[in-house]
């Protein structure tokens, strides 16, 4: 029986093909929700004690049982029971079982809408605290491994042609800067899904005299969705918003990925991992695939339709909630796993990598050079387009010698990474989530 049901009457056979297709995977995602949802009730029978709706014996018996309900998730021991709708009934039929006619009481001044919103959005707080974690954890990788090959360089290419000199240390360095902006964007997720939207019962409110600065401060929220209506149209913006912050990171990856796969080739040979970090071919003995970084491209370039997706599910929808939100979760969550494997996947292997040296010693990389002998010869008095032509002349009449010395001071340069200063900006930007 549901808890929204009026009489335990079996209604048949349409009863239950239409559950089987309203509730779809959402039972399986329910799962991840259980701790927060009990965290939420916590919360919620404490106000309801503090405005007189629970005797102070009734919250003791209530939150006494809910702490134990909650140490059975933590456990792995809570499930949900055949016939039961979802988790929140789950909880509360529990909690009825154990300690009577109390347990009812606990969804006075809420309504299922405002009970998921925010378990969603102390479910969604605590992953994005995770996905900071894990980018924090590669960020630190990439800044370590610029440093220890800052001095190796490698040739840049613009069009996919030999560019400019370039190094390990700039290019790790770049991913590294990279992934700090992209946690701009995770700490402006957080900043929309730590607010608390309990209280706005179905999207109107409620009679109760509910205290709504009680619960916000009791489940560590900054501040509150403070419009009702507002606050259930948030449902869908707050995913959106991850979303982004997860798309941007995910192209932070995608692109470190390709980068990794061109070099690993043999007509590269930049980069090398050990051969139990690749794979072989059924029929080329020689093969050492870099699989792990062709998934994790393709992977995070799944995670990048993520805005878009759910842009389509929600765009269409009057204020007011409606069951087309149930899909954010079978969207969303999933995505947030891969991702965070996927950096944790990228960390590993470049602890492994080997980064080769004397790279542009090779005579097909001399003329990566001509544009430091153009500015030899600018900075010796020769106006830049003489010099520019002077050494263009001199590349066609094959009588260019490359100058084999680089020698970039500015900030940001292969001679000067500052590395230090993106550090810090890392740090100051994880101390707004972590």
Known sequence: MKIWQKD?????????????????????????????????????????????????????SIQT?????????????????????????????????????????????????????LDIKLYLRAEIRAIAEAVKTL?????????????????????????MPSSFGLWFGAYAESLCDDMEFLVAAWNIADKNPLGSGAGYGSSF?????????????????YNVVYAQMTRGKTEKALAMAMSCIAATLSKLAYDVCLY????????????????????????KNPDVFELIRAKCNRIQALPNELTLLSNNLPSGYHRDMQLTKEILFPAIAELKNCAGMTAFMLQHVTVKDGILNDEKYRYLFSVEAVNAQVLAGVPFRDAYRNVGQAIEQGAFIPPKEVQHTHEGSIGNLCN?????????VCGKIL
Do not use: C
């Open 65 to 117: 049982e809910l702490r134990r309900i909650l140490e059975d998730i933590r456990a792995g021991r809570f499930a949900i029971e055949p016939g039961v709708e979802d988790v929140h009934s789950q909880i509360e039929l529990l909690l009825t079982r154990r300690i009577g006619e109390t347990g009812k009481k606990i969804h006075s001044g809420r309504s299922r809408n405002d009970q998921v919103l």
């Open 209 to 225: 005299p509910l205290d709504r600065a009680m619960t916000t401060e009791l489940l560590g929220f900054s501040g509150m969705n």
């Open 420 to 428: 230090e200063a993106i550090g810090k900006r890392m740090e100051e």
């Open 8 to 60: 335990s009457a079996d209604t048949g056979e349409w009863s239950r093909l239409i559950e089987a297709f309203t509730v779809g995977r959402d039972l399986e995602f329910d799962l991840l929700l259980a701790e927060h949802d009990v965290a939420g009730s916590i919360a919620h029978t404490q106000m309801l004690q503090h405005i007189g709706l629970l005797t102070a014996a009734e919250l003791d």
């Open 264 to 287: 690993m080739n043999q007509n590269f040979g930049f980069l090398s991992f050990p051969d139990a970090l690749t794979t072989g071919s059924s029929i080329m003995p020689h093969k």
């Open 139 to 163: 960020f630190d990788l990439l800044l370590q491994l610029s440093e220890q090959h800052r001095d190796k360089l490698l040739p840049g290419y613009t069009h996919f042609q030999i560019a």
